[in-house]
């Protein structure tokens, strides 16, 4: 019989876990070096990496942060390996092509590494500046051709090349503080969400100008396409989700009780794992927009994954 498990970061109990995801408990744990923050899964679902962030926040003055990626088996649930990105710090932004190529970002240099493969290797193949400030991430085409990063501190997107060094960044301002980011189907849109502007919008990916734009719940800091092609924002600044057409058009709001932080969906489309303030996972029915069962986590849950095992 499948079962149904969570993969989890909770970066400030520096902690990667399994839980069941129909009744909450706690299957596994492995501790990390502190404050572990995004993951990617290999197309397999074989294999986690994480990236090691290795401070609570950016205003963490004096503590340049952490220079690594652990590699996690999830068969034996196991830390196997740790690629080194040294001297490139604070590794947020992670993403995985259609060839199980890594890329991971390091928001301290503005750089993103490459690792042609990640489960033999121990340091990168490749450095790319990302032509911003504090690129805390990006969003990456399927055949890893290009890449979009999403720069905080310059206020910019830039497209680029993760191959090509010599490629000269294409920049443009899509609002005030840009997070959020995902690509569509098709990749000739990328979406972004402003965290100071509370908005979302649509960005060509060919001419890098902006096509359409909405208005958001307050601090939108993620956006993600769920199975019936909405767009959702998680609003850090308010307890609430907006939905929104892949214009974009607004859809509605879903009220929550507590801060949203990240969500990845169930398969079956009908689910999403929502990660929660107050430490907790939070089950939304994606049809009623209403949380239908919840569970504790560890300290700050962050991202999620849904594996099938047997």
């Given at each position: 019989m499948t079962r149904e498990v969570l993969l989890l970061n909770q970066k400030c109990?520096?902690?990667?876990?399994?839980?069941?995801?129909?009744?909450?408990?706690?299957?596994?744990?492995i501790r990390l070096p502190d404050y572990p923050h995004e993951f990617v899964v290999d197309s397999q679902g074989r294999y986690a990496f994480v990236g090691h962030y290795g401070i609570l926040g950016a205003d963490c003055i004096g503590d340049q942060g952490g220079c690594s990626v652990f590699v996690i088996d999830l068969e034996t649930f196991e830390h196997v390996n740790t690629l080194s990105t040294w001297p490139y710090y604070r590794i947020h932004g992670l993403g995985i092509d259609d060839q199980d190529r890594l890329y991971a970002m390091?928001?301290?240099?503005?750089?993103?590494?490459?690792?042609?493969?990640?489960?033999?290797?121990?340091?990168?193949?490749?450095?790319?500046?990302?032509?911003?400030?504090?690129?805390?991430?990006?969003?990456?085409?399927?055949?890893?051709?290009?890449?979009?990063?999403?720069?905080l501190l310059s206020n910019t997107i830039t497209k680029f090349k993760p191959h090509d060094a010599t490629f000269t960044p294409i920049a443009m301002i899509p609002g005030r503080k840009p997070e959020g980011n995902c690509l569509s189907t098709d990749e000739r849109t990328l979406f972004i969400s402003n965290r100071d502007d509370d908005s979302i919008v649509a960005i060509d990916t060919e001419s890098m100008s902006v096509r359409h734009s909405a208005t958001t719940g307050r601090d939108p800091n993620r956006i993600y396409g769920d199975?019936?092609?909405?767009?959702?924002?998680?609003?850090?600044?308010?307890?609430?989700?907006?939905?929104?057409?892949?214009?974009?058009?607004?859809?509605?709001?879903?009220?929550?009780?507590?801060?949203?932080?990240?969500?990845?969906?169930?398969?079956?489309?009908?689910?999403?794992?929502?990660?929660l303030k107050g430490d907790h996972i939070g089950v939304l029915n994606l049809e009623s927009g209403r949380i239908v069962r919840r569970f504790a986590t560890r300290a700050e849950p962050d991202v999620s994954c849904l594996l099938l095992r047997d």
């Open positions: 109990a520096h902690t990667l876990s399994l839980y069941d995801a129909q009744s909450g408990e706690e299957l596994k744990h390091s928001e301290g240099h503005n750089t993103l590494l490459l690792f042609n493969d990640p489960l033999t290797t121990t340091t990168p193949d490749l450095a790319v500046s990302s032509g911003g400030y504090k690129t805390h991430l990006f969003a990456l085409t399927r055949r890893g051709d290009w890449a979009y990063g999403v720069n199975p019936q092609q909405r767009l959702i924002t998680t609003n850090y600044g308010e307890n609430s989700l907006s939905l929104f057409d892949q214009q974009p058009q607004p859809l509605g709001r879903i009220d929550l009780d507590s801060i949203p932080i990240a969500m990845s969906f169930h398969p079956n489309g009908e689910h999403a794992f929502v990660s």
